[in-house]
């Protein structure tokens, strides 16, 4: 069994910084793409980061040239570094790994419980 744990959101000024992490344990045999997303209240969930297992990243529009995704593969974890903060980044942030379990397998999205992040002043 697999599992992803979020951690990082919370409450933030306009213009501040956040850095959101996400650790996969359990079962792991090799993890291939990683990514961020976020659902802001009566909205669809969309996507905010992806990074490939050789480090090819791609960014919404929205975020590009504030946000940076990163991984350490040795933890098998995915990083979300924010910055320059808008209220309109406002939403719950879920991270996802494909990971795959067994030899020989396929790989499996899964995906972390969520983490809010609020920009307020």
């Known amino acids: 069994q697999v599992q992803l744990v979020e951690s990082g959101g919370g409450l933030v000024q306009p213009g501040g910084s956040l850095r959101l992490s996400c650790v996969a344990s359990g079962s792991i045999r090799s993890i291939n793409a990683m990514g961020w997303y976020r659902q802001a209240p009566g909205l669809q969930r969309e996507v905010v980061a992806v990074i490939t297992s050789g480090g090819s990243t791609n960014y919404a529009d929205s975020v590009k040239g504030r946000f940076t995704i990163s991984r350490d593969n040795a933890k098998n974890t995915v990083y979300l570094q924010m910055n320059s903060l808008k209220p309109e980044d406002t939403a719950v942030y879920y991270c996802?790994?494909?990971?795959?379990?067994?030899?020989?397998?396929?790989?499996?999205?899964?995906w972390g419980q969520g983490t809010q992040v609020t920009v307020s002043s």
């Open positions: 996802n790994q494909g990971i795959k379990t067994q030899r020989g397998g396929p790989f499996y999205m899964y």
